[in-house]
Each structure stands twice: as structure tokens, then as C-alpha cells.
């Protein structure tokens, strides 16, 4: 009896028990487990048809173009096909420029979120609008004229995507991508506005 | 006078909670094994991983959970299962807490018919961590054929 007295008190608990674990065992086994389960997953993409490649790509990808040349990459990444889409990527500064010489601006966010704010002057054309029809706003522009896209930050692909809808179905030939954003333009001060209820706030 | 360690369960107890760990991981991972895709663009939503190693993971991933499932439900190499899927749950649970805390409205990207609501995947995900460190700690519990140290245990 003693000896089961001393035996309950001595239990490490529930965390304290891991000590019992046999963790080299453990752990050797982890890393088979791990380099065998990774190569099935990375063979398997090797075989399949969709194959994609190991290091992600964004489906656009973005090139920053120098203002002297007229270099325009196209995209490699797997689900898109070469020369699908071709987009010029602009800086903040090149987009300001571009703001002041009277470029279209197009925010391809949701409508609840441009009402909440945007690019002074900008045309909101949501991606899902785009996908069903194009406003007439944008549909009456020359099909020369340079558009300035963006959506929320530099992660979002929203505008990437609407960009490749207004090249390919509708034809405009000079699409850029504003890369920063609505929050990379809202945060150096430049002119933004508001629209709640239709007024502005005179920003 | 077993019964006076908390800790100590019927290991029929342990085989269940190992069991229902894997097949739960086997049912989660399986979305993702065909749809790497899809599964990649979830990972991107939580803007935690760095972009290059979205597609890397989307294809691993998913493997490792199918292995570590298909093992603890066969009960082999228990412990070893257990441990990797107890990384996989904290891993899991600090990404959707910091999607919590910075207010992302995104897809879960858990497994097929997962509930989108975070706090709820979090529970679920903390109940399954107690699950697999528990099977960790007690090792496969009972097995259909007894493994040759629980054989030499009795024969003494």
C-alpha cells in the first residue's frame, strides 16, 4: 500500500509525464515520417497534369517598369498561359506622377470599401462587377488611354485580375498596377476622398 | 489500485482518441491533397508564410497530415504521428488566433465543410492538441496485434 502511495505522488502530471517519452526514437521517426510523406506530395506534383511549380509565383506577376524603357515581362506562372496578360507595375512615385499627367484611376475593391475611401477621382469597378459586364464609365474610355488599377495593399490580387479582364475581353492596351495600394496612398497624404451617403468629405 | 492515478486510462480510451486524431487528419488533409492550388491561395490569405514558400508548403502539407492520420489510425510509429500532428495543431492555432487578432475575414482553409467561424476552429483545434498529446504521452494504447514489448510485459 505504501508503495502505491508514493507512486501516485510522484506523478510528474499530465506535461511533467512527456519526460517519459522516448524522444530520440521520436524524433528519428518524425524526420522519416517527414522526408517520406514531403517526397510523395512533391512526386505526385511532378506526374500531375496541373503541376505546379515549388516556389510559389503570383498569377501576374508585376514588373516595375523604368520610366526610359518599355521592358514588359509576362507571367510563368503555371495556370496561365504565356502571354495571357501583360501588366506594367508602378511605384508610388510613378503613380503620383501619373495622378498629376490625369491618368484614370481604377479601384477594384469592393464598392462598400471605396465608399469608405479612395483615390481622389477614382472609378470603382469591382472585380465580381467586372467579371459580368463593364460600367459605363469605363466602357465609354478610349481604349489608348492609360489606366492606373489597384485594390487594398500589395498582397491583394484583385486588381492583378481585373486587369487581365480589361486587356483580354475588352481590349484596353496600357493597364498598370498601383502595387502599394489604396493603404500605401492613403498613408503618404495624397489627395484621397469619401463618399458616404453620396457627400463627400472635402478631403 | 490503478485507479488512483489520475492519469491512468483504459487503453482501449487511448486507442480511440488516437483513432478519431487520425482519421480526422485523414479526412482534413485529403481536400488538399488533390487541390494544392486552392490549398496554397489559403495559406497566402493568412499573410503569415513568406510568398516563395506557399506552393512548397501546399504541396507537403497536406502529406504529412495524410501520413501522420493513416499511422495513428494503423498504430504505427504512434508517438512519432502524435508529436508532428501536436506541431501541425500549435502551428494551426497560432495562425488562426493572428488572423483573429488582426481581424481577417478569410477562409479557414481547415478541411472540406470546416465551419469559417476562427474561435470555433480554435477549440476544435485545441481539443484535438490535448487529443494527440495525450496519445503521445501514452503511446498506441490498445492494438488489435500486441507489439513485442507489450508481449515480453505479459509473458513476465
Not at chain 1, 481622389?120 to 469605363?138: D, K, R, T
Amino acid at each position: 500500500m505504501g508503495s502505491t502511495n508514493k507512486r501516485s505522488k510522484s506523478y510528474p502530471g499530465f506535461l511533467g509525464s512527456l519526460q517519459y517519452v522516448p524522444w530520440n526514437l521520436v524524433f528519428k521517426r518524425s524526420f522519416i515520417i517527414v522526408s517520406v510523406a514531403s517526397g510523395l506530395g512533391l512526386s505526385r506534383n511532378l506526374i500531375s497534369t496541373e503541376s505546379i511549380p515549388w516556389i510559389y509565383q503570383r498569377p501576374v506577376r508585376v514588373v516595375y517598369e523604368k520610366k526610359d524603357t518599355k521592358e514588359i515581362t509576362t507571367t510563368t506562372h503555371a495556370r496561365v498561359k504565356q502571354g495571357q496578360r501583360i501588366l506594367l507595375g508602378l511605384d508610388l512615385e510613378q503613380v503620383l506622377e501619373e495622378y498629376h499627367f490625369g491618368s484614370v484611376f481604377i479601384d477594384s475593391r469592393d464598392t462598400d470599401e471605396f465608399l469608405n475611401g479612395h483615390v481622389q477621382g477614382a472609378i470603382s469597378l469591382p472585380l465580381s462587377l467586372a467579371q459580368q459586364e463593364l460600367p459605363h464609365e469605363v466602357n465609354g474610355l478610349d481604349r489608348n488611354e492609360r489606366l492606373i488599377l489597384y485594390c487594398d495593399e500589395s498582397l491583394c490580387e484583385s486588381s492583378e485580375e481585373l486587369g487581365g479582364i480589361l486587356m483580354n475581353r475588352y481590349g484596353f492596351t496600357q493597364v498598370c498596377i498601383f502595387k502599394g495600394g489604396w493603404e500605401a496612398w492613403r498613408d503618404s497624404g495624397y489627395p484621397t476622398e469619401r463618399l458616404v451617403g453620396l457627400e463627400e468629405d472635402g478631403t | 489500485m490503478k485507479s488512483r492515478d489520475p492519469f491512468y486510462q483504459d487503453p482501449r480510451f487511448v486507442a480511440f482518441l488516437r483513432i478519431l486524431v487520425g482519421l480526422f487528419f485523414l479526412y482534413a488533409s485529403f481536400d488538399k491533397l488533390f487541390y494544392p492550388v486552392d490549398f496554397s491561395e489559403s495559406i497566402r490569405n493568412y499573410r503569415i508564410m513568406p510568398e516563395w514558400s506557399l506552393n512548397l508548403l501546399a504541396l507537403t502539407l497536406p502529406w504529412i497530415e495524410f501520413t501522420c492520420g493513416l499511422l495513428l489510425v494503423c498504430g504505427v510509429w504512434v508517438r512519432s504521428a502524435a508529436f508532428l500532428v501536436s506541431l501541425m495543431l500549435l502551428a494551426f492555432m497560432a495562425g488562426l488566433l493572428s488572423a483573429i487578432w488582426r481581424k481577417l475575414d478569410i477562409d479557414c482553409g481547415c478541411y472540406h465543410g470546416a465551419s469559417q467561424d476562427l474561435f470555433r476552429r480554435v477549440v476544435e483545434d485545441a481539443l484535438l492538441f490535448w487529443m494527440s498529446l495525450y496519445v503521445l504521452q501514452k503511446g498506441p494504447g490498445y492494438k488489435l496485434v500486441p507489439d513485442s514489448e507489450t508481449l515480453r510485459k505479459t509473458s513476465t
